[in-house]
């Protein structure tokens, strides 16, 4: 499956340009994640890569499709220079593991959560997983395999992940546009909920 990662990488060079740095973590009973950072003007870019080697399973699913199965990695844009954003390295990767450790399928909707802050000072715990296909275009693999979707992450505070529980994924992304939310801001207040 370093194929897939090669081309993976590929496609995150030609979206995002070279990458200036790069940190691999690996936990018990999992494959290699990396993090590689891009930086875009006053904005850096975070990008897991290793998630998609292998194809999240379905956790009720007897046995594993070692070949079918929906594939991502993960994107995370903040504002450069406001914060220690760099320590997000670990929580992303942690993230990036959750297929192979939990059996989880992240997918567009979806909350994510940390159990810590992302980086240190931030009001954030967990994030909101996006549609793909906006900044990183999804990657398509040889049959039977799917495509790589390079799935956008927007860091929520506690209240906005309570919110959303409740309310839903596309209220609370509506809210966040009707009071003009910068989601790359490291140190944005949350949203107005009531």
Do not use: C
Request: hydrophobic share 45%; aromatic share 4%.
């Amino acid at each position: 499956m370093s194929d897939v990662l090669a081309l993976v990488e590929a496609r995150l060079r030609t979206a995002l340009g070279e990458p200036d740095a790069r940190a691999a973590i690996t936990f018990l009973g999992t494959d290699r994640i990396e993090v590689l950072r891009f930086l875009d003007g006053d904005v850096v870019r975070y990008a897991t890569l290793g998630m998609s080697a292998q194809p999240m399973a379905d956790p009720t699913a007897v046995i594993a499709d070692p070949l079918r199965g929906p594939r991502a990695e993960l994107v995370l844009s903040v504002r450069a220079g406001r914060a220690d954003t760099d320590k997000v390295l670990r929580p992303l990767a942690v993230l990036a593991a959750s297929p192979q450790v939990e059996g989880l399928v992240v997918a567009p909707g979806a909350s994510l959560d940390t159990g810590e802050p992302l980086w240190p000072g931030a009001s954030f715990t967990s994030v909101l997983v996006a549609e793909s296909g906006g900044l990183v275009e999804d990657l398509e693999l040889d049959d039977p395999m799917d495509p790589v979707r390079f799935l956008p992450l927007l860091p929520m505070t506690p209240n906005e992940a309570a919110w959303k529980r409740v309310q839903g994924a596309a209220a609370l992304e509506e809210r966040w546009l009707r009071h003009g939310t910068d989601l790359r801001d490291p140190l944005r207040p949350g949203v107005p909920l009531g």
